[in-house]
């Protein structure tokens, strides 16, 4: 909400200047408050005590200058529309002290522009608070999402644990005492806890993703190749051809790359289609800004309506004795994938196979 009596404060050590500003001023803006100060104490305590919603300063005054009283609005975090009213001034001045943080430069001898800038500056500073302030609605949104799946998925734990041990002990102590029914009821509720286990596990590794940002060298085709020996079991089964291309050196954290890659594979031979030898290939590009990789596969496919679902968390195409799964490797990619500054998505054809991309920024 834009101020209802704007709060002028005006740095300034000539008297007659400052009238003739406050005289333009009175001409053309509505609702406004006007404080004179003419050194650096007395600006100090007005920032202190008047709270001003704007500030207008001649560009040097006596043992302080408007880039000295820019330099205070930074160190204390306050972001009040600042705009420098002065004599001639050199470009490199004007330069230096836009950088500095100034939203505009008035010349004293054309004083008629200053009503609309203050109106333009103001309006901007609005609609950048409105963003300003969306976007921290959103991140603590965010927050308290990532902290309810994390303690919620943490605390699940427990409970299943003792779900689990103890149908067990009623499976292993009480066996002769149940008839064929218990039995089977009580090793649906076993296979069950395993499940939620095997989600609950899921749901907190994919809360932790990003919560330890530490970065470093990671060589891509060491860890591709790392990946392809944990699998070994999988590749092996289904006889998978798997090339991987040079791919680049980059920064980015090991281990969480190292899970996009495990992710991407394991889809890739999971997914194969019946009777055919899975044929995998890494590919990597290098674009202006970003590393664009490529896990492409000739397996089952994705229908189009369903490649942008398919990240969604617990969102699976297939049935879960056709293909084993949990729902969660994809959105656990994504989040890896932001992380580093990218994106990922799929290209497919159902039947043919798919190609996996995914962008990582380049430092
Ligand atoms: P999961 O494999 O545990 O089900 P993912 O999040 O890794 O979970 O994948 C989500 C869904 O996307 C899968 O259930 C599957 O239907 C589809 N999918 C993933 N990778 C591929 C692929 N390479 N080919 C075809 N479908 C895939």
Same mark, same amino acid.
């Given at each position: 909400? =834009? =101020?209802?009596?704007?709060k ?13 500003i406050?005289?333009?001023l ?22 202190? &005590?008047?709270h ?9 005054? =006596?043992?302080f ?8 609005l ?6 009040? =529309?600042? +705009? ?14 836009i ?10 001898d ?36 990532e ?11 427990? $409970? ?51 919560? &330890? ?32 291309q040079?791919? $680049? ?5 090991p ?6 890659f ?15 030898? $899975? ?8 674009q ?10 000739n ?6 309506k ?18 084993e799964?949990?729902? +969660? ?20 054809k ?10 990582i920024?380049?430092?």
């Amino acid at each position: 909400m =834009p =101020p209802e009596k704007l709060k002028i404060l005006m740095l300034e050590d000539s008297e007659t200047d400052a009238e003739i500003i406050h005289r333009v001023l009175k001409k053309e803006l509505q609702a406004f408050e006007f404080k004179l100060v003419t050194n650096k104490e007395a600006y100090l305590i007005a920032l202190d &005590e008047y709270h001003p919603d704007l500030i207008l300063s001649d560009n040097s005054l =006596p043992q302080f200058s408007a880039i000295e009283a820019l330099i205070i609005l930074q160190q204390r975090l306050l972001f009040i =529309p600042f +705009i420098i009213v002065s004599g001639a001034i050199s470009e490199e001045f004007a330069v230096d002290i836009i950088k500095h943080g100034a939203d505009d430069y008035i010349l004293k001898d054309r004083l008629t522009r200053l009503p609309v800038a203050i109106k333009e500056v103001m309006a901007k500073r609005e609609t950048n608070h409105r963003l300003y302030e969306t976007l921290e609605t959103l991140q603590k949104a965010n927050k308290e999402l990532e902290q309810f799946s994390f303690i919620s998925s943490h605390d699940l734990q427990e $409970p299943l644990r003792t779900i689990s041990s103890f149908s067990e002990l009623l499976l292993k102590e009480y066996k002769q005492k149940l008839d064929g029914n218990g039995e089977m009821y009580l090793n649906f509720i076993q296979k069950s806890v395993e499940r939620m286990q095997i989600l609950v596990k899921g749901l907190l590794d994919y809360s932790r993703i990003g919560k &330890e940002i530490k970065i470093s060298e990671a060589d891509c085709n060491q860890i591709a190749n790392d990946v392809i020996v944990d699998l070994g079991a999988a590749i092996a089964e289904c006889n998978a051809h798997i090339q991987i291309q040079q791919l $680049p050196v980059l920064h980015g954290n090991p281990t969480e790359l190292r899970q996009l890659f495990q992710n991407l594979l394991s889809n890739a031979i999971k997914y194969r289609a019946k009777d055919t030898i $899975p044929e995998i290939i890494i590919t990597a590009e290098e674009q202006t800004k970003h590393w664009l990789f490529g896990v492409h596969d000739n397996g089952i496919g994705i229908e189009d309506k369903n490649q942008e679902k398919i990240f969604i968390i617990f969102k699976r195409l297939n049935n879960r004795n056709e293909y084993e799964g949990t729902g +969660i490797g994809l959105s656990h990619c994504k989040k890896i994938v932001e992380f580093h500054g990218g994106k990922i998505w799929v290209e497919s054809k159902l039947k043919e196979g798919s190609i996996f991309y995914f962008t990582i920024l380049k430092q």
